[in-house]
């Protein structure tokens, strides 16, 4: 973090803050290719050292790292693609550097940049033989645009300037000069508004909280007037009236466009450096886990022009189809356009995904097939390229690693291996951790979807089904996340409704999709923002839905003329785009052989197994098909919830006497013997940890308070109830005040062994089961909430007293092993004596967090909110391990196994499967495994593979 930096979720950065030189200190090793063909004696790449570098072929560009690190990934892609020869328009790039220095120096611009931007423009004159400086209205006038390019991609997060150079006496050259008036005031008429909205942050109103920009408003009004759909049918006259209403937008913003067009250049320069920590790029930096001080190169490029006539156009091309990974090509095209109303979803554009639909000259479309073809393998990635058409001649403006759904990430990785482009750990190295989880978003049910129809259907645009309250505005939906969030609550599942997104609407749409619901929009095709923002954050989205329409003004929409107001439900499926004006039921997943596989190359990499919580044999099977090599923990007190069984668990501890309550634990052992052979035939060869019984005791007794209410009644109307009397005085003898401390796991155990008794024997003979039908049980038996070793002595005797007795009864043997589950601090403190009685320990760290930091999980979710809200405390500790835990966790590793070299250790709590725990704390910590709930499996496997192909694996 960037010292003295607030939590960037509720504030901007400070003004002025140093960036402790960014670029030298971070090193991200995203691949070590030598890239360029150029030989240099001193081995130094072409733009090391440069404050300003223009590309030109045979440069050498050092390592793929290193060139992302120093020129962004625009500009890396821009030198590349120079490199390789292609049709590029001539550029100049400011490393990442400049934009630490500017901040560095309290926002001031160097006044050597300045001439340095001037000599790089002067250069890329030369390249064109157009002129930016010295125009008189004779030849061709070179316009320039000035677009940021950070490390790594943040579609629509940081600034871009179109059409710098142009002025008043200019555009009447242009004219004068013969060139087309209806094209010189489109592009003057985009000067004005990109360079206003953007550079002199001019023409934007807040109005029902939302950002309303009174340019885009103008030109709305104006398309109305005319009748016509989109700006190219804009006439002449139409275009300067907007001219006018554009320069007094921003003269009532009091603010002013220079006339001088280096002045223009070198303020959109400093407006992108702006940009690098705007709310936005800060917004998205922090949710993606990106380091916040990261700076932005600054890409100088000549200007292309895809609106200069009907043989002129802009578009994105997709090497592969982002949304399934199918290996088939398309494009979003939009003709007489510039790349800004493609990527934004202002305007639906024409999709085209072979070369017979290619809605341009089939020569340039050959020709940008080909260009393709050559950049995805020379990437060996799927690929997002941004190009223009000017009059019939084609143009790459950009190169990036595409977004792409989960489904497809696996897909492609697989694909890719096959095709023998890259290796299994490539591959593995590949996938995120949205990748995973988008893969296990829910669909929607066969049954539900087989029974009706949809009531629209636009584009699919990112893989998964959602089902949410409809939510018009951005601002609004990402309030009642954060509002719920800070209260300990859940957010209601939200669908974030709009005509098309904009940056900054980001937070609301992670808000939409991380409830559970997504994002719908009218306008839009698979590369707009909406598209690129969703299918890289694993949030399903349909856009471009023709049918919807949207009445802000009312807080309504029309789904194919079913009326949806805010609140309502709506359901889509963004892997058929299918749109439903309803609520229907989602289903878990069904998993892809390409995830499969590549879940088990993580496998065969990571050295510490990952194990799952589950409890019972559908969960079993579950958890080995998402990749566990094992149960960690199986929790016995949930297989007594079902109707059959939680009367008489309830009975058994309601018994006041022995004899009474052996006649219940009597009929209970059989369904609990079931139980644990069904688990030990689905994890056949594999470890399953069965942790005793640890009921939360109020949980299994009827409700205290009703109980007391109903007597109160009873005393009210003089009536006697002898026998519910007796029942409420029992209940309150074992009612409990803190019950998360109280007579729970082996307390329970230790004062009703008979319980133990049970367990005990019940596991011994279900595996016993399970081996006669084949299976091979490997069975671990956990003692629950031990605090001293002594407690843990007695239960190990018992066990092992019960063991040999049913074994002895079957007349059969079987190995077992017996540990205890770590989860209170005093149990840490006395891990070596512990560990002489046991053969296994296992951290429960829901449990340690709460009773090592002293917070209780269900009552301090608001303050814990507050607390990472404020940058007082980095996580959530009941999700991400806190430190002062995971020194806990280190000692009893470290004193357990001093005291028994033999000594397995595992987690079996939720931050034993999280990331970021993994990454900071566990997978060097000595431990033999984690666990967690299922569908987590697979991340703490992609992590721990990652963590080995990075070079941090466990030491050996």
Same mark, same amino acid.
């Given at each position: 973090?960037?010292?003295?930096?607030?939590?960037?979720?509720?504030?901007?950065?400070?003004?002025?803050?140093?960036?402790?030189?960014?670029?030298?200190?971070?090193?991200?090793?995203?691949?070590? /290719?030598?890239?360029? %063909?150029?030989?240099?004696?001193?081995?130094?790449?072409?733009?090391?050292?440069?404050?300003?570098?223009?590309?030109?072929?045979?440069?050498?560009?050092?390592?793929?790292?290193?060139?992302?690190?120093?020129?962004?990934?625009?500009?890396?892609?821009?030198?590349?693609?120079?490199?390789?020869?292609?049709?590029?328009?001539?550029?100049?790039?400011?490393?990442?550097?400049?934009?630490?220095?500017?901040?560095?120096?309290?926002?001031?611009?160097?006044?050597?940049?300045?001439?340095?931007?001037?000599?790089?423009?002067?250069?890329?004159?030369?390249?064109?033989?157009?002129?930016?400086?010295?125009?008189?209205?004779?030849?061709?006038?070179?316009?320039?645009?000035?677009?940021?390019?950070?490390?790594?991609?943040?579609?629509?997060?940081?600034?871009?300037?179109?059409?710098?150079?142009?002025?008043?006496?200019?555009?009447?050259?242009?004219?004068?000069?013969?060139?087309?008036?209806?094209?010189?005031?489109?592009?003057?008429?985009?000067?004005?508004?990109?360079?206003?909205?953007?550079?002199?942050?001019?023409?934007?109103?807040?109005?029902?909280?939302?950002?309303? /920009?009174?340019?885009?408003?103008?030109?709305?009004?104006?398309?109305?007037?005319?009748?016509?759909? %989109?700006?190219?049918?804009? /006439?002449?006259?139409?275009?300067?009236?907007?001219?006018?209403?554009?320069?007094?937008?921003?003269?009532?913003?009091?603010?002013?466009?220079?006339?001088?067009?280096?002045?223009?250049?070198?303020?959109?320069?400093?407006?992108?450096?702006?940009?690098?920590?705007?709310?936005?790029?800060?917004?998205?930096?922090?949710?993606?886990?990106?380091?916040?001080?990261?700076?932005?190169?600054?890409?100088?490029?000549?200007?292309?022009?895809?609106?200069?006539?009907?043989?002129?156009?802009?578009?994105?091309?997709?090497?592969?189809?982002?949304?399934?990974?199918?290996?088939?090509?398309?494009?979003?095209?939009?003709?007489?356009?510039?790349?800004?109303?493609?990527?934004?979803?202002?305007?639906?554009?024409?999709?085209?995904?072979?070369?017979?639909?290619?809605?341009?000259?089939?020569?340039?479309?050959?020709?940008?097939? $080909?260009?393709?073809?050559?950049?995805?393998?020379?990437?060996?990635?799927?690929?997002?390229?941004?190009?223009?058409?000017?009059?019939?001649?084609?143009?790459?403006?950009?190169?990036?690693?595409?977004?792409?759904?989960?489904?497809?990430?696996?897909?492609?990785?697989?694909?890719?291996?096959?095709?023998?482009?890259?290796?299994?750990?490539?591959?593995?190295?590949?996938?995120?951790?949205?990748?995973?989880?988008?893969?296990?978003?829910?669909?929607?049910?066969?049954?539900?979807?087989?029974?009706?129809?949809?009531?629209?259907?636009?584009?699919?645009?990112?893989?998964?089904?959602?089902?949410?309250?409809?939510?018009?505005?951005?601002?609004?939906?990402?309030?009642?996340?954060?509002?719920?969030?800070?209260?300990?609550?859940?957010?209601?599942?939200?669908?974030?409704?709009?005509? @098309?997104?904009?940056?900054?609407?980001?937070?609301?749409?992670?808000?939409?999709?991380?409830?559970?619901?997504?994002?719908?929009?009218?306008?839009?095709?698979?590369?707009?923002?909406?598209?690129?923002?969703?299918?890289?954050?694993?949030?399903?989205?349909?856009?471009?839905?023709?049918?919807?329409?949207?009445?802000?003004?009312?807080?309504?929409?029309?789904?194919?003329?079913?009326?949806?107001?805010?609140?309502?439900?709506?359901?889509?499926?963004?892997?058929?785009?299918?749109? @439903?004006?309803?609520?229907?039921?989602?289903?878990?997943?069904?998993?892809?052989?390409?995830?499969?596989?590549?879940?088990?190359?993580?496998?065969?990499?990571?050295?510490?197994?990952?194990?799952?919580?589950?409890?019972?044999?559908?969960?079993?099977?579950?958890?080995?098909?998402?990749?566990?090599?094992?149960?960690?923990?199986?929790?016995?007190?949930?297989?007594?919830?079902?109707?059959?069984?939680?009367?008489?668990?309830?009975?058994?501890?309601?018994?006041? %006497?022995?004899?009474?309550?052996?006649?219940?634990?009597?009929?209970?052992?059989?369904?609990?013997?079931?139980?644990?052979?069904?688990?030990?035939?689905?994890?056949?060869?594999?470890?399953? %940890?069965?942790?005793?019984?640890?009921?939360?005791?109020?949980?299994?007794?009827?409700?205290?308070?009703?109980?007391?209410?109903?007597?109160?009644? $009873?005393?009210?109307?003089?009536?006697?109830?002898?026998?519910?009397?007796?029942?409420?005085?029992?209940?309150?003898?074992?009612?409990?005040?803190?019950?998360?401390?109280?007579?729970?796991?082996?307390?329970?155990?230790?004062?009703?062994?008979?319980?133990?008794?049970?367990?005990?024997?019940?596991?011994?003979?279900?595996?016993?089961?399970?081996?006669?039908?084949?299976?091979?049980?490997?069975?671990?038996?956990?003692?629950?909430?031990?605090?001293?070793?002594?407690?843990?002595?007695?239960?190990?005797?018992?066990?092992?007293?019960?063991?040999?007795?049913?074994?002895?009864?079957?007349?059969?043997?079987?190995?077992?092993?017996?540990?205890?589950?770590?989860?209170?601090?005093?149990?840490?403190?006395?891990?070596?004596?512990?560990?002489?009685?046991?053969?296994?320990?296992?951290?429960?760290?829901?449990?340690?967090?709460?009773?090592?930091?002293?917070?209780?999980?269900?009552?301090?979710?608001?303050?814990?909110?507050?607390?990472?809200?404020?940058?007082?405390?980095?996580?959530?500790?009941?999700?991400?391990?806190?430190?002062?835990?995971?020194?806990?966790?280190?000692?009893?590793?470290?004193?357990?196994?001093?005291?028994?070299?033999?000594?397995?250790?595992?987690?079996?709590?939720?931050?034993?499967?999280?990331?970021? /725990?993994?990454?900071?704390?566990?997978?060097?910590?000595?431990?033999?495994?984690?666990?967690?709930?299922?569908?987590?499996?697979?991340?703490?496997?992609?992590?721990?593979?990652?963590?080995?192909?990075?070079?941090?694996?466990?030491?050996?």
């Amino acid at each position: 973090m960037v010292p003295g930096a607030p939590s960037f979720a509720s504030k901007l950065i400070p003004d002025f803050f140093k960036l402790k030189h960014y670029v030298s200190k971070h090193s991200f090793a995203d691949g070590n /290719s030598m890239l360029g %063909t150029g030989k240099y004696s001193d081995g130094k790449a072409a733009y090391e050292g440069k404050r300003i570098y223009l590309p030109k072929p045979g440069d050498f560009l050092g390592t793929a790292a290193q060139v992302k690190e120093i020129l962004g990934g625009k500009g890396a892609g821009l030198a590349e693609m120079t490199d390789l020869k292609l049709p590029v328009p001539p550029a100049a790039i400011t490393p990442t550097s400049e934009c630490e220095n500017y901040y560095n120096a309290g926002k001031i611009m160097d006044g050597a940049l300045r001439e340095h931007v001037r000599g790089a423009i002067a250069e890329i004159e030369k390249q064109t033989g157009k002129k930016f400086f010295d125009y008189e209205g004779s030849g061709d006038i070179l316009l320039i645009s000035v677009r940021s390019g950070a490390k790594i991609s943040m579609p629509g997060m940081m600034e871009t300037v179109l059409n710098i150079g142009l002025n008043e006496k200019r555009v009447e050259q242009m004219i004068d000069g013969g060139m087309d008036a209806r094209f010189v005031c489109d592009v003057y008429r985009r000067h004005l508004q990109y360079f206003g909205s953007v550079v002199l942050e001019a023409g934007t109103i807040v109005e029902n909280g939302e950002n309303v /920009s009174l340019f885009e408003r103008a030109l709305s009004a104006k398309r109305e007037m005319q009748g016509v759909r %989109t700006d190219a049918e804009l /006439s002449v006259a139409s275009l300067r009236e907007l001219i006018s209403e554009f320069k007094q937008i921003i003269k009532e913003a009091g603010k002013e466009v220079p006339q001088d067009p280096f002045e223009q250049a070198m303020a959109a320069v400093e407006a992108v450096f702006r940009s690098s920590y705007g709310e936005k790029a800060m917004k998205y930096k922090e949710k993606n886990s990106l380091p916040p001080e990261m700076p932005t190169a600054v890409i100088i490029q000549a200007m292309v022009f895809g609106n200069l006539n009907a043989k002129s156009g802009s578009g994105v091309f997709f090497t592969r189809e982002k949304n399934t990974g199918e290996k088939c090509i398309y494009s979003d095209y939009l003709p007489n356009a510039q790349g800004e109303e493609v990527v934004s979803g202002v305007r639906t554009p024409v999709t085209f995904k072979s070369l017979k639909e290619c809605p341009f000259d089939r020569k340039i479309g050959r020709q940008l097939f $080909r260009i393709a073809d050559r950049l995805e393998k020379h990437y060996r990635d799927m690929l997002d390229i941004e190009y223009t058409i000017e009059n019939g001649r084609l143009n790459m403006l950009q190169v990036r690693t595409g977004k792409r759904s989960g489904k497809a990430a696996f897909k492609i990785a697989c694909d890719l291996v096959d095709e023998k482009m890259i290796t299994e750990k490539e591959a593995v190295k590949r996938i995120t951790t949205d990748n995973v989880l988008s893969v296990l978003l829910p669909q929607i049910g066969s049954e539900e979807k087989g029974g009706c129809k949809a009531d629209a259907k636009g584009v699919p645009a990112s893989a998964g089904a959602g089902c949410g309250i409809v939510v018009f505005n951005a601002k609004k939906a990402a309030k009642i996340a954060d509002d719920a969030l800070a209260a300990g609550k859940k957010p209601p599942a939200m669908m974030f409704v709009g005509k @098309f997104t904009k940056p900054e609407d980001y937070s609301g749409m992670i808000a939409a999709g991380k409830s559970g619901g997504g994002v719908l929009t009218a306008e839009g095709g698979p590369t707009s923002h909406a598209a690129v923002v969703c299918g890289g954050n694993g949030i399903p989205a349909v856009v471009g839905c023709r049918d919807l329409r949207i009445d802000i003004a009312n807080s309504r929409a029309f789904i194919n003329g079913k009326e949806v107001k805010e609140g309502d439900f709506v359901t889509i499926d963004g892997s058929t785009g299918e749109v @439903f004006a309803r609520k229907l039921a989602l289903v878990p997943p069904e998993l892809t052989s390409d995830f499969k596989r590549v879940i088990g190359w993580a496998n065969s990499i990571a050295q510490l197994p990952v194990m799952a919580n589950a409890d019972t044999p559908s969960q079993a099977r579950q958890a080995v098909e998402l990749g566990a090599k094992g149960i960690g923990l199986c929790r016995t007190e949930h297989m007594f919830n079902d109707k059959s069984r939680i009367g008489i668990v309830q009975e058994m501890f309601l018994a006041e %006497t022995l004899e009474a309550r052996q006649g219940f634990i009597d009929q209970l052992l059989p369904m609990q013997r079931k139980d644990f052979g069904g688990i030990f035939s689905e994890m056949t060869g594999k470890p399953v %940890t069965i942790r005793l019984l640890d009921p939360p005791m109020h949980e299994f007794l009827p409700d205290l308070v009703k109980l007391e209410r109903a007597q109160a009644g $009873r005393d009210a109307e003089g009536k006697a109830d002898a026998a519910q009397d007796a029942l409420l005085e029992r209940v309150r003898a074992l009612h409990e005040e803190n019950p998360m401390l109280g007579v729970r796991g082996v307390r329970l155990l230790y004062l009703h062994p008979e319980i133990l008794d049970m367990q005990v024997k019940a596991i011994i003979e279900g595996a016993l089961d399970a081996a006669e039908q084949g299976s091979k049980p490997v069975v671990k038996i956990m003692v629950p909430v031990v605090e001293v070793p002594e407690l843990f002595a007695w239960a190990r005797e018992r066990i092992d007293k019960v063991a040999a007795d049913t074994l002895a009864g079957r007349g059969a043997t079987l190995d077992y092993k017996v540990g205890t589950m770590i989860e209170i601090p005093s149990a840490c403190l006395s891990a070596g004596e512990m560990a002489r009685h046991a053969d296994f320990f296992s951290f429960g760290t829901n449990d340690l967090t709460q009773t090592g930091l002293g917070l209780s999980r269900d009552d301090t979710a608001l303050y814990i909110a507050r607390l990472v809200s404020d940058g007082r405390l980095a996580h959530d500790p009941f999700k991400t391990l806190h430190p002062d835990i995971a020194k806990l966790v280190a000692m009893t590793v470290r004193d357990g196994k001093a005291a028994n070299p033999h000594l397995e250790i595992g987690i079996c709590g939720e931050q034993g499967v999280d990331p970021l /725990s993994i990454r900071k704390y566990l997978y060097n910590a000595g431990l033999d495994s984690v666990s967690g709930t299922p569908m987590r499996v697979p991340l703490a496997i992609i992590a721990g593979a990652q963590l080995e192909l990075e070079g941090n694996g466990i030491a050996r």
